[in-house]
């Protein structure tokens, strides 16, 4: 089945540091692949996605590229802010037709201090 | 545009009471629902999805229910509340063959 593994958190940076949050996916066939970001007390929020391999995702300044040949879908940003403060989904869609689903990872809590 | 509501947004029940959250979309039609439940920590669990009216498949067993009576409307039931019933739960909608999912803004559930 489909599976999604994201880095275990909580990271904590300071403001302006550099950002990565590793996912890796297991799949059949060709997902698409999904960053999500939850506030505090709020519901999930799309952040960005890509639909095909090498397709680079980009949204608020954070990115990520459908990595095929690693399986992977990392995300970055080069200068977070307080702001950011958040818990980040990884997540894929399999390709059932009009059935299908979103399989997310556990979420990474990541905390930015000023 | 298209929108999703979902409340209430806080509700504390005691052990053995009914529950009924309800979910409505507007602004689209035959939307893919879901419900999923986030426990303490941030896993996301999905509960039941539905791709029609009167159409429900359940993911997990548990002491809850859903219904679809309309098209845009998805209701979460349970009976008798339990403990292990608390949690931040949350609906979702997708289109029938886009992409991604559109997340209402959750509703924290506690029982006492």
């Known amino acids: 089945g489909n599976s999604v593994t994201q880095m275990e958190g909580p990271v904590t940076l300071s403001e302006e540091a550099f950002l990565t949050i590793n996912c890796t996916y297991t799949a059949t066939g060709y997902p698409s692949l999904f960053w999500y970001v939850q506030y505090p007390g709020e519901g999930l929020q799309l952040l960005l996605k890509a639909t095909k391999a090498d397709d680079k995702g980009s949204n608020k300044g954070f990115e990520a590229t459908y990595r095929k040949e690693t399986t992977s879908f990392h995300l970055e940003k080069g200068s977070v802010q307080v702001s950011d403060s958040a818990v980040y989904f990884c997540?894929?869609?399999?390709?059932?037709?009009?059935?299908?689903?979103?399989?997310f990872g556990k979420g990474t809590l990541l905390t930015v201090n000023p | 545009s298209q929108t999703i509501h979902q409340w209430p947004a806080t509700l504390v029940q005691p052990v053995g009471s009914p529950l009924s959250l309800e979910c409505t979309v507007e602004g689209t039609s035959n939307p893919n629902l879901y419900w999923y439940r986030q426990a303490a920590g941030r896993g996301l669990q999905l509960l039941f999805y539905s791709v029609g009216i009167g159409q429900i498949s359940s993911e997990v067993p548990q002491n809850l229910s859903a219904s679809r009576p309309q098209d845009r409307q998805f209701i979460l039931s349970s009976k008798k509340l339990l403990l292990s019933d608390s949690g931040f739960y949350l609906c979702a909608w997708s289109a029938q063959r886009a992409y991604g999912y559109t997340f209402g803004s959750g509703t924290r559930l506690t029982v006492v």
């Open positions: 997540a894929l869609s399999d390709l059932g037709g009009s059935n299908y689903k979103l399989t």
